[in-house]
């Protein structure tokens, strides 16, 4: 670029930088803003708009327009030219500007008379705050260094606006952020509540300086802080062995975008016109991170993690502040995050009362594991991070999915007053702990739990369980950054036998794919993966790992009986195949001379319609059968569970589907095999007692739900039940709620 046109931009973020050290509110810090861009830039007009809420920009300062429409004009997101800057987060450029699609006058400004329009979004690591504008009388397309230079100073303006220096107050209009109530509506991935103080499990990164004086000197810090970042990123590398193949793949990917020479020449580029080397990170951050979200291709989009994890190491490196800020974490925190893996959501363990993230999906790992420690987990709360500051008070109801950050008086009060009946309610249960969950008919229900960590164990006593009908064992997979070998497997594994005290333990074996991808195994480029290559498909093409795995069970088995699962079964001949698998990982043990299990129950999950309709033989072939309710309904249904729009339409109580679960249960009672219910529906009191009237004698569920569900049961006659269920059917009703419900009600 021209060394005039840098000279240019470096003395204007001069002057912004003044006027941000210089006393003064918010409101005045603008108004000089917008008069030093303007005439830097030779323009009739620079305007800031700001957001004043998530749908609501208003023209918070200008320099050319009629000052009685600051704070009075406002447009909602995508309205006008602003609107569309700040949609799509790109920039308009344009010398006619009323000829462009979707423009909007606004007479109470004034800017009819200027044609030309150029309006870059001010952005910060894909938060939106605002727009930046410049217009002017001439009829004229900015030039593209008019227009990087304009990006610049919109990014150093978002840095200025998170060191607060545009923070509204009672007496002018300016947004007052980080100080009103806000309610987040997300998606419900572990139901509960909690009520505590914010962690951000990673703070922000703040830049104090976002204009360099020296840009010798600045790219001489960055290229030294680029070097630091990539001995870090070989080290890091080289220190696990990813065993070639997809992981060894998607690590390569990692290393050669932190050598990416384009990446650091546009970074230099924004030193050569002012900014600081932190600052010039988060600018190319910020626009990598608006073209990537935007990219068709999944592949793309999946490599703005690794961007955005670079992007802050880099930071972390240049400012020097790390993840360990010196704060030191509240009373009753709960965990906000962007997204969080399996690992670092352990490393928290039970400290924590609930987790808040803007990503994920109720199959996620984060969601597994915040089951597994019993805590209430929402995801999907848009803007949260933005929002949240560390000790901020948060309330999270996971039953409904919703989030008060800084709520008012009224709101936490109603929230304290559920909590507490909630509490009230498990003291109830607590005293049915070692009762059966026998109905009024003398009809008993067994109660499981579903397991994945040593840490769910204790629970296995304390909620009444009578066993374990789920233990996820993919979850000591997904925590380490390598497979774990066969000895770790086999003395865990001994460890939840010790621990079960003699209660059945039911070991479903590597349940990988869909959405629970492995650190060291490359994500397949599948358009559905949860009908993909999952589960029993993995474990019988990659033998190697299943064979291991079965040998670490029957290792960990020795003298006690061994139930083992094989997950998603959708036709006989996979079962066969995995049966003789473990049938020769028996045989070799036993030629080996090790000490064999007492006894060994080989089971399958039943996650498909089509094993419904399988051949008797194998009903009669299989030990136990487990019905996987949360894929069986998704597939039954044709609906995603992890998309929002469709998986809350459909209801489990449907008479279509109640109709499958009851053919499932004679089909096994014809073969006298066990059957048993495990999934979320399992812990919902209503869908229980349903299922439980159906003829399943066994649920597995999650450790809080037994209490309900088996106080529930205890009021009830299931066979008075199952006449209601029959007759709604005969009637011809499609959906069996009501029926039900009402029938609940007069007992």
Not at 47 to 63: G, H, M, P, V
Request: proline letters at 5%.
């Amino acid at each position: 670029m021209p060394e005039r046109k840098d000279s240019d931009s470096r003395k204007l973020l001069l002057r912004l930088r003044e006027t941000l050290a210089a006393p003064g509110g918010g409101q005045h810090r603008l108004d000089q803003i917008t008069h030093h861009i303007a005439d830097s830039m030779g323009t009739q007009v620079c305007s800031i708009y700001l957001f004043r809420d998530a749908e609501t920009l208003e023209l918070c300062a200008t320099e050319g327009l009629k000052p009685e429409s600051v704070h009075k004009t406002r447009l909602r997101l995508g309205e006008g030219l602003v609107g569309r800057v700040a949609r799509t987060g790109r920039h308009v450029n344009s010398a006619n500007a009323p000829a462009e699609p979707g423009f909007r006058y606004m007479p109470e400004t004034g800017e009819e008379v200027y044609p030309s329009f150029l309006g870059v979004p001010i952005q910060r690591v894909g938060e939106k705050l605002g727009v930046l504008v410049v217009q002017s009388r001439d009829a004229r397309q900015f030039s593209e260094d008019e227009l990087y230079g304009l990006e610049v100073v919109a990014m150093v303006l978002a840095e200025m606006a998170e060191l607060g220096a545009f923070l509204g107050s009672q007496s002018d209009g300016l947004p007052q952020a980080h100080r009103f109530p806000v309610m987040f509506r997300g998606t419900t991935a572990q139901e509960g509540v909690a009520e505590g103080r914010v962690w951000l499990h990673e703070p922000r990164v703040v830049i104090a300086n976002p204009v360099g004086e020296d840009p010798l000197k600045e790219k001489a810090r960055l290229n030294e802080g680029v070097a630091m970042l990539r001995s870090t990123v070989d080290s890091m590398l080289s220190g696990h062995d990813m065993g070639g193949g997809d992981s060894a793949e998607v690590m390569e990917a990692y290393r050669l975008f932190a050598h990416s020479r384009s990446w650091l020449r546009r970074m230099e580029e924004g030193i050569d016109l002012g900014l600081s080397a932190e600052a010039a990170v988060e600018k190319e951050q910020s626009q990598a991170r608006a073209r990537l979200e935007s990219a068709a291709d999944p592949y793309l989009r999946d490599r703005l993690h690794d961007l955005d994890d670079l992007s802050n190491r880099l930071l972390r490196i240049l400012t020097g502040q790390g993840r360990d800020t010196g704060a030191s974490m509240p009373e009753n925190p709960i965990l906000v995050a962007r997204n969080i893996g399996p690992a670092e959501l352990l490393d928290y363990g039970r400290k924590l009362k609930g987790v808040v993230l803007e990503e994920g999906s109720v199959g996620s790992h984060a969601a597994i594991v915040a089951r597994a420690l019993a805590i209430p987990l929402v995801i999907h709360a848009e803007r949260v991070i933005a929002e949240a500051l560390n000790g901020d008070p948060i309330q999270v109801d996971g039953d409904s999915g919703v989030v008060h950050l800084r709520p008012e008086e009224t709101v936490a009060k109603a929230f304290r007053d559920k909590m507490a009946m909630q509490a009230e309610a498990q003291q109830r249960y607590a005293g049915l702990r070692d009762l059966p969950a026998t109905d009024k008919a003398g009809t008993t229900v067994q109660l499981y739990m579903n397991a994945g960590l040593m840490a769910d164990l204790p629970s296995l006593d304390g909620s009444g369980a009578e066993g374990v009908g789920l233990f996820r064992t993919e979850l000591q997979f997904l925590t380490r950054t390598r497979v774990p070998r066969r000895g770790e497997l086999a003395g865990l594994y001994a460890h939840v036998l010790d621990s079960a005290h003699g209660k059945p333990v039911m070991f479903r074996t590597l349940d990988i794919g869909s959405d629970k991808v492995l650190p060291y195994m490359k994500p397949q480029d599948e358009p559905n993966p949860a009908m993909g290559w999952r589960a029993i498909r993995v474990g019988l093409d990659k033998r190697g790992v299943l064979r291991m795995q079965l040998q670490a069970l029957i290792r960990a088995a020795v003298g006690k009986p061994l139930y083992v699962m094989f997950p998603f079964i959708t036709e006989m001949e996979e079962f066969e195949d995995a049966h003789r698998l473990l049938m020769e990982q028996l045989a070799r043990e036993q030629r080996l001379g090790h000490q064999m299990p007492s006894d060994i129950r080989v089971g399958a999950m039943l996650e498909t319609p089509s094993l419904a309709f399988a051949p008797r033989k194998f009903f009669e072939m299989c030990d136990f059968i487990s019905v996987g309710g949360n894929d069986l309904k998704q597939f039954f249904f044709a609906a995603d569970r992890e998309n929002e729009r469709v998986r809350r339409r459909y209801d489990t109580l449907n008479t279509s589907f109640i109709t499958l679960l009851d053919q499932i249960v004679q089909r096994c009672n014809a073969a006298n095999v066990p059957v048993s219910f495990c999934g979320e529906d399992a812990g919902r009191p209503i869908e229980a007692v349903t299922f439980a009237a159906l003829g399943f004698r066994r649920l597995s569920m999650r450790p809080a739900s037994i209490g309900p569900v088996k106080h529930l049961i205890r009021r009830v006659d299931l066979d008075e039940l199952r006449k209601v269920i029959d007759d709604a059917r005969q009637a011809g009703d499609t959906n069996l709620r009501r029926p039900v419900t009402e029938w609940l009600a007069r007992q």
